[in-house]
């Protein structure tokens, strides 16, 4: 099944974990008859400051995710731009299991199916071809302005699945089809007020002055940062425990 009409969507985090990190900006190019016709790109605030790793990996500033849309109207304009089309990405599944948890968190479902460019690039080049956008951009001579910025890594992702439908027509093989877009995720609860002033007794106890973003702590997360306590400075008394 050849997709005439999709969506090609592209995140930046503030890391790789869907339970820990946010979105900070978002990409999307929508498809009709295999032309452009749309793009939805945005900043996103989702309160989090902004490492400098990060900011060398993508170029996003903390000064700039504060001018950005607030995480919940960034995501719910792209689930509108999306609407029931399906999405293409490389290695869309990451970057969907970041609206799975975002939806979870908000009591929604947002079933998706999606098409992967990783997976088309290993089918269809040969092994020792890096399979990364870049690289991919590289050898089929796609142009290049910023990378890992959401919206420019969507519009080349778009040429690069335009590409491989092509290649995939030539060589008489089927493409793949929109596949259902699997993640499993829970409902991530705030840390309560317990958990936070033992987490500062702690802190101020230790002299503990990395940073830390309390006010969008989970429980979970919370739990595992006193467990990391413990083990890095010893038994912390029962008191202070946040299960």
Request: aromatic share 6%; with cysteine.
């Amino acid at each position: 099944m050849e997709l005439n009409d999709y969506v090609v969507v592209d995140l930046e985090m503030t890391g790789l974990r869907m339970k820990e990190d946010k979105i900070i900006e978002i990409g999307a190019v929508k498809v009709r008859n295999h032309q452009v016709v749309d793009t939805y790109g945005t900043l996103v605030n989702s309160g989090r400051t902004i490492s400098e790793k990060t900011t060398s990996i993508t170029g996003i500033s903390q000064e700039m995710v504060e001018t950005g849309m607030q995480e919940d109207e960034a995501i719910e304009g792209l689930l509108d731009f999306i609407g029931e089309l399906p999405i293409v990405g490389h290695n869309v599944i990451f970057d969907y299991s970041f609206l799975a948890q975002w939806a979870a968190n908000h009591k929604k479902e947002i079933p998706m199916c999606g098409v992967d460019t990783l997976k088309l690039a290993r089918r269809l080049l040969p092994g020792p071809q890096s399979k990364k956008l870049e690289d991919l951009c590289t050898y089929f001579q796609i142009q290049r302005e910023r990378g890992h910025r959401a919206l420019d890594d969507a519009i080349e992702t778009q040429k690069l699945y335009e590409i491989f439908l092509e290649m995939m027509k030539q060589q008489k093989l089927e493409p793949e089809p929109p596949k259902p877009l699997l993640v499993k995720v829970k409902k991530q609860t705030k840390a309560t007020a317990h958990q936070l002033q033992r987490l500062e007794e702690v802190r101020k106890l230790y002299g503990i002055t990395e940073p830390l973003e309390l006010e969008t702590l989970t429980r979970s997360q919370a739990s595992r940062l006193m467990d990391q306590y413990r083990s890095r400075f010893g038994a912390i008394k029962k008191e202070d425990s946040t299960e």
